[in-house]
């Protein structure tokens, strides 16, 4: 059990990030479930406390410093720590548009949250961490960021995930010696509004790696990729 640890999860009303405060929950963790939208977040967290987990909503738009700061500045006033961050909110709008064709709106926009949003909150949560000399940092990427399968299509998403993954390693050396853990992982395809139903995987399947990452023991392993537990290639 990780009683008195506080969690925060980005993205978190719906899908995968929904799913990992769960299991967060369950492992005794107070769980800062965070979405964009005020009632998507209640709704999810009043079914949460309704399975007798410890959740809390914090409103929390990842492309929005303001809508960051504020919540952070409640996370130190009421509670003075943050212990886990999980990277999950993202987006994927392009479909398969070909990056020689895709709209740069497009393509800002899907960095923004992806990788901009996940490196804002690493900046805000490093401090408190670093202050407790405890951290577990996961960011959810994708198989499809993977160096060694990058290929036509979804170039913003793949570029974004391959983003996250660089700013992985890059974290996890300078906060390396804070015991501040910092590693990616890929869910594999999990059926959510943005997998879709066809998608082979269960959203517990998909957020398990990302739950075993963020309870690790100090002596675990930061600055790698992860799928189902074992290292993936970048
Ligand atoms: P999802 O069901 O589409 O959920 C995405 C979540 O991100 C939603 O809660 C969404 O909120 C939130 N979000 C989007 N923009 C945001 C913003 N600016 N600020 C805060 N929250 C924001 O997707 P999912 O499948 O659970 O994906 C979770 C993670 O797994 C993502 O990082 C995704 O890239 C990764 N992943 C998924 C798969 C898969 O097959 N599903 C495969 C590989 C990787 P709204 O409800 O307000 O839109």
Redesign the pocket.
């Given at each position: 059990m990780e009683d008195g640890r506080v969690a925060l999860i980005?993205?978190?009303?719906?899908?995968?990030?929904?799913?990992i405060c769960r299991q967060l929950a369950r492992r005794g963790l107070s769980v800062l479930l965070?979405?964009?939208?005020d009632e998507?977040g209640e709704t999810a967290c009043e079914e949460l406390r309704a399975e007798g987990l410890a959740v809390r909503f914090e409103r929390?738009?990842?492309?929005?410093p303001e809508?960051v700061a504020a919540a952070f500045q409640r996370i130190e006033s009421d509670l003075g720590r943050l212990d886990v961050l999980v990277?999950?909110?993202?987006?994927?709008v392009e479909k398969k548009t070909p990056a020689v064709e895709v709209d740069m709106d497009t393509v800002q926009r899907v960095l923004?949250?992806?990788l901009i949003?996940a490196w804002r909150l690493c900046q805000a949560a490093a401090p408190l961490m670093r202050k407790e000399r405890y951290g577990r940092i996961v960011n959810?990427?994708?198989?499809?960021g993977s160096f060694s399968k990058l290929a036509a299509g979804f170039g913003a998403?793949r570029i974004?995930?391959t983003g996250?993954n660089a700013l992985t390693c890059i974290l996890a050396d300078e906060l390396y010696g804070d015991n501040v853990l910092v590693n990616a992982m890929?869910?594999?395809?999990?059926?959510?509004?943005?997998?879709?139903i066809q998608?082979p995987?269960s959203?517990e399947e998909?957020a398990d790696t990302a739950v075993w990452l963020a309870t690790l023991p100090d002596d675990g392993p930061t600055g790698r990729f992860f799928r189902d537990r074992e290292e993936f290639p970048w």
């Open positions: 980005t993205g978190a009303n719906r899908g995968i990030g929904y799913e965070t979405a964009r939208r998507a929390l738009d990842v492309t929005e809508s990277n999950n909110a993202a987006i994927s923004d949250t992806n949003g959810v990427s994708s198989g499809v998403y974004s995930k996250i890929t869910p594999g395809w999990v059926r959510t509004h943005m997998g879709g998608a995987r959203v998909g």
